[in-house]
């Protein structure tokens, strides 16, 4: 049994496997995916997991050098952007902001798409995996 990490065995599966470059989605329950991606669903109910919650944990595991995000996060759900800038403060980490519909479009080229319980607007995330040497 594992002692530390990620205990959900496909998302610490997907990480094992992703490299350089790779993505993987963070979402909320709303977030459509794409029959050709792999969806983990941890949604429980409306609220559990938070999205910050799952997103926390990937990182613990998870080295980012990028992360796209939809461009309306900016107006309609400030509070989870400020929450995301605070996680990566200090990290050499670069931020691309699209429109929502070309964020959507992006899972469809991303190992997994995580699936969460969030309920507030545009609370998704794209991560491209860095490299850890």
């Known amino acids: 049994m594992?002692?530390?990490?990620?205990?959900?065995?496909?998302?610490?599966r997907v990480l094992s496997y992703m490299g350089h470059t790779d993505?993987?989605?963070?979402?909320?329950?709303?977030?459509?995916?794409p029959d050709e991606t792999e969806r983990i669903?941890?949604?429980?109910c409306f609220?559990?997991?938070?999205?910050?919650?799952?997103?926390?944990?990937?990182l613990k595991d998870m080295k980012v050098e990028k992360i796209v995000l939809a461009e309306e996060i900016k107006t309609l759900n400030p509070a989870v952007l400020q929450q995301i800038e605070?996680?990566?403060?200090?990290q050499p980490v670069e931020t691309e902001f699209v429109p929502h519909t070309q964020l959507k479009e992006r899972t469809k080229?991303?190992?997994?798409?995580i699936r969460t319980g969030e309920t507030?607007?545009?609370a998704n995330i794209i991560l491209q995996s860095g490299c850890i040497f």
């Open 23 to 33: 993505t993987i989605c963070v979402g909320d329950c709303g977030l459509p995916i």
């Open 47 to 58: 609220g559990v997991p938070t999205f910050l919650q799952t997103l926390t944990e990937l």
């Open 120 to 122: 507030t607007p545009y």
């Open 109 to 113: 080229s991303c190992r997994a798409v």
């Open 2 to 12: 594992k002692k530390n990490g990620i205990l959900n065995s496909d998302i610490s």
């Open 41 to 44: 669903d941890l949604a429980l």
């Open 86 to 90: 605070d996680l990566f403060a200090g």
